[in-house]
């Protein structure tokens, strides 16, 4: 979807429209239907004829012959609001908008206290983290009213924020104890908390020494889509890898790795899998990979230039006792070539939204006999008993 304002211009007629776009899209054109070229495939289908807005469906086709929609709305007018009637249309928004996913409560160090009205769960557009991407996040697991693995997030989070420069708002402790009660207002027993720490709100400059402070955001949110264990495709990610520096830490720069989940969903896929700079192979875009050979020994690229992943670190204990029971001959944590993990018996996928996720084919290479691999349900089970049942370590009961 384009919209008016992703463009420099004030666009008031179409043939502004045209030029703007086509200013946008590198070696793209695109044309109205009753413009249209013979012989180039340009098409433009106008969808609404209401006085205003007027929407319509444009249809280009890049020099690389892909096509995409762009489903752009003429907006003729503009209705100013008061604070309140901005608030209403948010609401209204949010209640029209379908999603598979609740949000039920969100922290804000902006106004210092927890809400549980979407509406108002907004973030300023001054921030340095909207503007700049100058922020860090982090995840949790909720199961059965406890935070699954939330001090080995945490910590990452705090790292993370080292790296960008970000100071803390406040000391680990009291982010730990907001965090615990987002999800205790929340009510939520099973979902996710999502947390950010951003250099602040400040002047739009690129610089963040004109940002107050620093802020905390969190939010709670029941995702209501049925999980899968169903064996799924990878590929090959042609988007570049991010540079050690950027891989290790967690930022909200994560344009790299949409256009990767991108390029695999347009090849059928669930995810694109990234080479380093070397050729070893090292992580998806939101997950780390893990094999089983041959001779049944677990694989890990290590984690020096991706991130350390919390669940495949957890992955990597609970293997012992596979190893202990002789299902795993041995776990290794390396530079894995490409070769090896094709030629893998097992090949998987392991995060926080994931969990333990069998990968029957990676490009052209089917994994076994294609379906999904008996270690990787075993991991998978792991997992899932590590969560509700799993030590104290890695499990902080939510009071509620
Ligand atoms: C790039 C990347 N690698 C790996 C992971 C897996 O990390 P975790 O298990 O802590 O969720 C993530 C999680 O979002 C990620 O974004």
Same mark, same amino acid.
């Given at each position: ?6 463009? &420099?211009?004030?666009? #008031? ?32 289908? =106008? ?24 489903? &752009?709305? =003429? ?12 608030? +209403? ?9 379908? &999603? ?5 409560? $969100? ?21 340095? $983290? ?25 910590? @990452?989070?705090?790292?993370?924020? %080292? ?20 999800? #205790?207002?929340?009510?939520? @027993? ?7 720490? #951003?250099?602040? /709100? ?25 999980? &899968? =264990? ?5 590929? %090959? ?22 256009? #990767? ?23 998806? /875009? ?26 495949? @670190? ?9 190893? @202990?029971?002789? %299902?795993? =001959? ?16 097992? $090949? ?36 899932? +008993? ?15």
């Amino acid at each position: 979807m384009a919209s008016f304002s992703s463009f &420099s211009k004030p666009i #008031s007629k179409t043939s502004d429209f045209l030029a703007n776009f086509t200013d946008c899209l590198p070696n793209s054109h695109v044309v109205p239907r009753n413009l249209s070229l013979p012989g180039l495939g340009f098409r433009c289908f =106008q969808t609404g004829f209401v006085e205003r807005p007027v929407r319509n469906i444009w249809v280009v086709r890049n020099s690389n012959q892909n096509e995409a929609l762009v489903d &752009s709305t =003429q907006i003729l007018d503009v209705p100013v609001f008061s604070g309140f009637e901005a608030i +209403e249309r948010l609401r209204t928004f949010q209640e029209t908008y379908k &999603s598979k996913q609740l949000f039920l409560a $969100m922290y804000s160090s902006i106004f210092g206290g927890i809400t549980t009205d979407p509406a108002a769960m907004v973030i300023p557009m001054d921030d340095h $983290m909207v503007h700049r991407g100058h922020g860090v996040f982090d995840t949790a697991a909720i199961m059965d009213g406890y935070l699954y693995e939330l001090d080995q997030h945490l910590d @990452r989070f705090l790292r993370s924020a %080292t790296m960008a420069k970000i100071n803390i708002p406040f000391d680990r402790e009291s982010i730990r104890r907001i965090l615990i009660k987002t999800v #205790s207002v929340s009510k939520c @027993r099973k979902g996710s908390l999502r947390y950010w720490l #951003s250099a602040g /709100p400040g002047d739009f400059q690129l610089s963040p020494s004109g940002c107050h402070r620093p802020a905390l955001y969190a939010i709670v949110i029941q995702d209501q889509s049925q999980s &899968s =264990q169903k064996g799924i495709k990878v590929v %090959t990610s042609s988007i570049p890898i991010k540079t050690p520096q950027f891989a290790v830490m967690k930022s909200v720069n994560y344009l790299p790795n949409v256009l #990767s989940k991108m390029e695999a969903e347009e090849n059928g896929g669930y995810a694109a899998i990234w080479l380093d700079s070397d050729g070893f192979i090292a992580e998806g /875009p939101n997950m780390n990979v893990a094999f089983v050979t041959k001779e049944k020994e677990l694989l890990m690229p290590h984690f020096d230039k991706i991130l350390s992943g919390c669940t495949a @670190r957890r992955v990597l204990v609970l293997a012992e006792c596979l190893v @202990r029971e002789g %299902t795993l =001959q041995g776990i290794r944590v390396g530079n894995l070539t490409l070769e090896e993990g094709k030629n893998a018996d097992e $090949m998987m996928l392991i995060g926080s939204g994931v969990l333990v996720r069998s990968v029957v084919q990676w490009d052209e290479q089917v994994f076994g006999d294609g379906k999904e691999g008996p270690v990787t349900q075993a991991l998978l089970n792991l997992i899932v +008993e590590d969560m509700k049942s799993g030590p104290d370590s890695v499990r902080v009961p939510v009071p509620y």
